[in-house]
């Protein structure tokens, strides 16, 4: 399997030299930054599913985030390649996943001391609106993201790293509330071979995918990939509830475990990881004006 995702992905290069037919499946890169001649391959990553374990707190991935944009050549002394975002500025696509619980798995309005605060919580849960979004955003610019195909093939390694931040999103929480910032950020080592995480949490292994070819060999997916780690730690949640920050944080960290060391969260996100050359794309763009 190894070999065969090798000489694919190096092939992505070699085979925009022949013409390419002019079909659909360029179409997903569309946001990538190809015409920049830096970049050498194109990324669409949806995320379909898996789970995230933030602090105390288990949250599936039910709904789709996308990761897009380019990437370059590797460096020969990290083997990380340089990260390009997309062109539309949405490297890595919003996707509020619904908390299990809800917000009143997080907060008991009864024991809230300050009045209004606990009026405001009463009145929220009066209402109905209980339910708790955790929404995965970039916590900086998408130029620090790194990834590596040779770690990706390998199964072994990082081989996607990059800075995130948790939107903890709910009316009564305000429109502030985030575990991790651009400032203090949670740093997710993704690989698709085995993590080392300090305990409690045990090692698990993500999957490089099952490799399909497209386009005379210039695109390619791995289907059913997995990138995982279980050894990243998370900051508090800051923010929420706005100007009563000061005591809903608390009440929030309390209630999720956090701030969480490492070993005590998981990031399983099981992927459709989409190459494709960047120089065959030019050639499509060119061909199709």
Known sequence: MGAMLIVALSALVLASSASAKLTGEFVKFQQCPYTNLEVK????????????VLGSKTVPIVKTAVLQGGYARPNEET????FFGATNGITLSKAPQPVPGGLAGLVNCKEISNFLLRISCEVTFENGVTGLNSTLELARPASEIQISENRLIEEEGVTLRMPVKFHLENPFLGSECYVGSSGSPVWWELTTGFTAPPAPNKPIRGFAGELTLFEEGSALQLKNAVLVDNAWAAPGASGCGG?????????????????SAAGKNTAILKNTINVASAAAMRLNNAENP
């Open 79 to 82: 083997g990380f390649s340089k």
């Open 243 to 259: 100007i009563f920050s000061l005591i809903l944080d608390p009440i929030i960290n309390a209630a999720s475990g956090l701030p």
């Open 41 to 52: 391959k194109c990324l669409y990553s949806p995320t379909e599913g898996g789970e995230v």
